[in-house]
T-cell receptor, first 113, second 112 residues
């Protein structure tokens, strides 16, 4: 069965560069969530989208932006990267509904040097 | 490698009844264990976590979980369910320096 696909798996950037992470939800899933997990840290919710509209916002820095496209994939854009942005970024997707399950991607490991 | 298994993708309890959500883990080294909750249309929220020390961990909203090494379990309980507890609950495991692994989640339904 198809799963949540994230690309790239690994990304190395330098300070002040930009990065774009992509999340491809399971087919028919209309809701996407982004999380950040720093080294040795617990995951932090960043932002979520439903039907291409932002549905909830967590601790996402102003330097980051995200959107969901018409095919429901989502991109997390990160500018002016800082060393502290080094983390695992993973997304999750679901079909909106009371009983629909949440599925997680494997994440993108971002290293800022 | 570590893994986590949640027993039951859906659990229904009556309002006021005991909530018990089961989680078993597998880890070759002492794990950190977590329970997260996701309410409709919201991101994950941390309910509670076990790192070291006391094996009975108390979290928010009256939930607690007990780390039982001999049973490799970390079941989540609440003495009396409330309608507002209806949500999806995720057990997770992490070892130091590694990424968190989530279970498949258990949807908790509260019956009036």
């Amino acid at each position: 069965a198809a799963g949540v696909i994230q690309s790239p798996r690994h990304l190395i950037k330098e300070k002040r560069e930009t990065a774009t992470l992509k999340c491809y939800p399971i087919p028919r899933h209309d809701t996407v969530y982004w999380y950040q997990q720093g080294p040795g840290q617990d995951p932090q919710f960043l932002i979520s989208f439903y039907e291409k509209m932002q549905s909830d916002k967590g601790s996402i820095p102003d330097r980051f932006s995200a959107q969901q496209f018409s095919d429901y994939h989502s991109e997390l854009n990160m500018s002016s990267l800082e060393l502290g942005d080094s983390a695992l970024y993973f997304c999750a997707s679901r079909v909106q509904g009371v009983n629909e399950k949440l599925f997680f991607g494997s994440g993108t490991q971002l290293s800022v040097l | 490698a570590q893994s986590v298994t949640q027993l039951g993708s859906h659990v229904s309890v009556s309002e006021g009844a005991l909530v018990l959500l089961r989680c078993n883990y597998s880890s070759s080294v002492p794990p950190y264990l977590f329970w997260y909750v996701q309410y409709p249309n919201q991101g994950l929220q941390l309910l509670l976590k076990y790192t070291t020390g006391a094996t009975l961990v108390k979290g928010i909203n009256g939930f607690e979980a007990e780390f039982k090494k001999s049973e490799t379990s970390f079941h989540l309980t609440k003495p009396s369910a409330h309608m507002s507890d209806a949500a999806e609950y995720f057990c997770a495991v992490r070892v130091a320096g590694d990424k968190i692994i989530f279970g498949k989640g258990t949807r908790l339904h509260i019956l009036p």
